[in-house]
């Protein structure tokens, strides 16, 4: 798990609140990812960083503004979210690689939107 | 939507037993990953199966692929308390970065001593 750092690991915030996920990889991969895990649902795809370019995902709402700024590093800046934002927030990375790649996960940022 | 789904969606089984769980896709895929993730925690990569194989061991999971059925299941022998957690599959999808994931809902095993 310590690959991939996430902070904070938990975070409550007011819907009013602007606040950020950070995400850290020392794996020297070269995508990195954020997922919102809600209970009783899939793993959901937020958003992809691959070669430090984003691929959009135009059903993640636009209170959600990824940034990665390295191949290292990712956040997720978060603004006037809602309560069903309320989620585990996970980061991950992997080395992009034809025949296929395992990707490695943070141990998710737990946030709660009151 | 290409996607995994587990089956069954809990399980609870005692120590010493072993343990299987399936998953089924959608479309065609390179390559299968199971993963397994404890309460509240991020997931870890447990094994990957390429669409060319048909089984594959790591200790004591097993892994079996069949592409005809778009089915896949995972074997944990001799299972341990230490094995509760939740069991995810996950296919690749091409997107146009060409590297995402797609999990299914997951399984829950329970072990109990």
């Known amino acids: ?114 | 939507s290409q996607q995994g789904e587990e089956d069954p969606q809990a399980l609870s089984i005692q120590e010493g037993e072993n343990a299987t769980m399936n998953c089924s896709y959608k479309t065609s895929i390179n390559n299968l990953q199971w993963y397994r993730q404890n309460s509240g925690r991020g997931l870890v990569h447990l094994i990957l199966i390429r669409s060319n194989e048909r089984e594959k061991h790591s200790g004591r999971l097993r892994v079996t692929l069949d592409t005809s059925k778009k089915s896949s299941s995972l074997l944990i022998t001799a299972s341990r308390a230490a094995d509760t957690a939740s069991y995810f599959c996950a296919t690749d999808a091409w997107n146009q970065a060409g590297t995402a994931l797609i999990f299914g809902k997951g399984t829950t095993l329970s072990v109990s001593s």
């Open chain 1, 1 to 114: 798990e310590t690959g991939v750092t996430q902070t904070p690991r938990h975070l409550v915030m007011g819907m009013t609140n602007k606040k950020s996920l950070k995400c850290e990889q020392h794996l020297g991969h070269n995508a990195m990812y954020w997922y919102k895990q809600s209970a009783k649902k899939p793993l959901e795809l937020m958003f992809v960083y691959s070669l430090e370019e984003r691929v959009e995902n135009n059903s993640v709402p636009s209170r959600f503004s990824p940034e990665c700024p390295n191949s290292s590093h990712l956040f997720l800046h978060l603004h006037t979210l809602q309560p069903e934002d309320s989620a585990l927030y996970l980061c991950a990375s992997s080395q992009v690689a034809s025949g296929g790649y395992e990707q490695y996960f943070g141990p998710g940022t737990r946030l709660t939107v009151t």
